[in-house]
C-alpha cells in the first residue's frame, strides 16, 4: 500500500508582516488538521517557520497554541525548525512533544529523512555533523529515502522569488547543501527531497533527483489578497504524487521511483 503524508510549512504564527498573514495561521492551521483527518495519513510533517519571531514571552505562548492543535492528531507527527523558530530547541521539543534535531522515520516502505538545518540565519546550514548523519543514514538504509528540510537544498538561484531572488539570494538554501548533494547523489537512494523556507510552489531535478519547495500557509503573494492556505498531500508508491492545496494549487508527479534514476518530474493540474 502507498505511503500518505501530510505536510504543512511556514505557518509564521504572529503578527502581520504585509504579505504573511500570521494572525490568521492558528485558523489555518485548524483547517489542516481537519483535512488531514479526512486523508488519514501515515504521518504528518511540519517544515520550519511555526512562528515569526517576536520576543521569547509571545513566541512560547503562539507555540502552545500551535502545539494544542497539533496534538489533535492521531497520527505520527514530525516537525523541524526553521530560521524564524528561535525559542531555545529543548522548550520547543518539550511543547510540541517532538524531535526536532537530525532524525529518521522507516514507514510503509520508506525511510523518511529530517535535517536540522537552523543555525540562527536566514539561510541555515547543514553542519558537519548532519552530514556525517546523513551520510551514515543513507548508507544503512535499504529502502527508498525522501528528505525533508526547511531550506531547499538543490542549491541554485530562485529567479523569481519575491523574497530570495535579490534581498536574500544568498541565504536561499544553506551552507551545505552542496556538500548534502554530493553525499545523496552518491548514495543512488533518495527519490525526493522536499522543503520549505522560499514560500512558493517550486520543483526542478538536480543530477535527476527532485526536489519540490512548498508554499507557505499563510503567505499571500500568489493569492493576494488573501493567504494561500497551502498544504500538501504525498503519496509514495509505485510512483510519487504531491498535491498542494489551497488557495494557489499545484500537483506533481513522479514514476518509476523504486529506479535511482526519477529524474521524470511533471507538473499537472496546476492552477498556479
Known sequence: MALRLAIITDLHAGHDTGNVKGPLAIDILEEFVATAHNFEPDAVLELGDRLTDENP????????????????????????????????????????????????????????????????????????????????????????????????????????NPYFETDFRDHACPVGADAARTIIERSGKVRLCVSGHAHWNDHRVVASIPYITLLSATESHWSAPLPSRAFALLTLGDGIRLEVRGLAPVTYQLSAVQSSSCAVLEQVDSEA
Do not use: C, M
Open 57 to 160: 514571552q509571545a513566541d512560547r505562548a503562539r507555540l502552545l497554541e500551535l502545539a494544542r492543535v497539533f496534538k489533535r492528531l492521531p497520527y505520527p507527527r514530525h516537525h523541524i525548525s526553521g530560521n524564524h523558530d528561535l525559542l531555545p530547541k529543548a522548550d520547543q521539543e518539550a511543547i510540541l512533544e517532538a524531535n526536532l534535531g537530525n532524525h529518521s522515520a522507516e514507514i510503509g516502505g520508506w525511510r523518511l529523512l529530517f535535517l536540522d538545518t537552523f543555525n540562527g540565519t536566514t539561510g541555515g546550514e547543514i553542519a558537519p555533523q548532519t552530514l556525517e548523519w546523513l551520510e551514515v543514514e543513507l548508507s544503512r538504509s535499504t529502502l527508498p529515502v525522501v528528505i525533508f528540510s526547511h531550506q531547499p537544498l538543490h542549491g541554485e538561484w530562485l529567479r523569481g
